[in-house]
């Protein structure tokens, strides 16, 4: 549950419950475990910190790395989501979904990293008519690809040449 509070019916100024940045992130990728083991997606977490990526999801054939970030810095009708890795854009590669979460609306955005590639912020404009990311809204379906049913052939490929002898009768 998002953290709001309220006093007399009208909504006080968002104060987040976790100050520290750091931790903030933490407690954000436990959300993003939580809400992806929810929905039947594999996940798994890479040792240490020295990767571009917070996760690895996905089933053989088919794995996915996510970087994961939250916000809760609010501009106009947006939230601002910064995206970089120290104090530059990551480069290209280094994952394959952002899954960016707006703190206080409890909203994930499960964007592909071609939509953001090189980019140091995007903002995410919930319900606006400026929302460039909203198609990407609780889009978890891109990180759990229909996987074939057990016995289920998902394709065949063949190939055949012709003889190089001549049948002998």
């Avoid at 509070?5 to 100050?19: A, D, L, Y």
């Avoid at 501009?75 to 290209?92: A, D, F, H, M, V």
Wanted: glycine share 8%; hydrophobic share 35%.
């Amino acid at each position: 549950m998002p953290p709001f509070s309220f006093w007399g019916g009208e909504m006080k100024k968002r104060q987040p419950k976790i100050t520290d940045k750091k931790r903030r992130g933490e407690w954000a990728e436990m959300i993003f475990m939580a809400r992806a083991a929810e929905r039947g997606i594999a996940i798994s977490k890479p040792w240490g910190e020295s990767r571009s990526y917070d996760f690895v999801v996905g089933r053989p054939g088919r794995f996915v790395a996510v970087q994961v970030k939250s916000t809760i810095f609010a501009l106009e009708q947006g939230w601002i989501c910064k995206l970089r890795s120290g104090n530059k854009p990551y480069p290209r590669g280094s994952f394959d979904f952002l899954a960016a979460y707006i703190v206080f609306e409890d909203a994930w955005y499960i964007i592909p990293e071609e939509e953001v590639q090189g980019m140091e912020n995007i903002t995410l404009h919930t319900g606006s008519s400026r929302a460039n990311y909203e198609k990407y809204r609780e889009a978890w379906h891109l990180l759990n690809p229909v996987a074939p049913s057990p016995g289920q052939i998902d394709s065949i490929q063949a190939c055949a040449e012709e003889s190089l002898f001549e049948s002998r009768e």
